[in-house]
């Protein structure tokens, strides 16, 4: 008979509950969002729950994470499951998932160059997608 752990259960299903809403985003979330959207879907989850889900899944790399300038950590459930980037709308949050061949390549060098081994990077680029770009100007067509 396999022991059972306290709330492990429920800690599943919030997992769930999390990883769905992730699914259904196009832009990277803050936990107080993830949180304030799952209360609003009538979940039952603490926001404690949501911080320690959300850096449970950053750890196991089933979420990619961003910091905001401000020190705000934000998540995203990526389609791509190898290494990329993001470009990320300042404005409505939009992210599209990038490549970056050449990135690769210059980190890898630079670090070859210092003696450096085992490095990794996170690269996010932030500009203004095409779409807010042409509400800036009022081309709403």
Not at 43 to 70: C, F, H, I, N, W
Not at 91 to 116: F, S
Request: hydrophobic residues 30%; aromatic residues 4%.
């Amino acid at each position: 008979m396999t022991p059972t752990v306290p709330g492990a259960s429920r800690n599943t299903r919030q997992r769930a509950l999390i990883l769905s809403l992730l699914n259904e985003a196009t832009d990277f979330q803050s936990a107080q969002r993830v949180y304030h959207e799952l209360r609003d879907r009538g979940a039952k989850v603490g926001l404690t729950t949501v911080y320690r889900t959300l850096q449970m899944l950053a750890e196991a790399d089933e979420v990619d994470t961003m910091r905001l300038p401000s020190g705000e950590q934000l998540y995203r459930r990526c389609n791509r499951p190898s290494h990329h980037h993001h470009l990320v709308c300042r404005e409505c949050g939009n992210t599209v998932e990038i490549a970056g061949p050449a990135i690769e390549r210059w980190a890898d060098r630079v670090a070859a160059e210092n003696g450096y081994t085992e490095v990794s990077h996170t690269i996010d680029l932030f500009g203004v997608c095409p779409e807010c770009s042409r509400r800036r100007r009022g081309d709403d067509a």
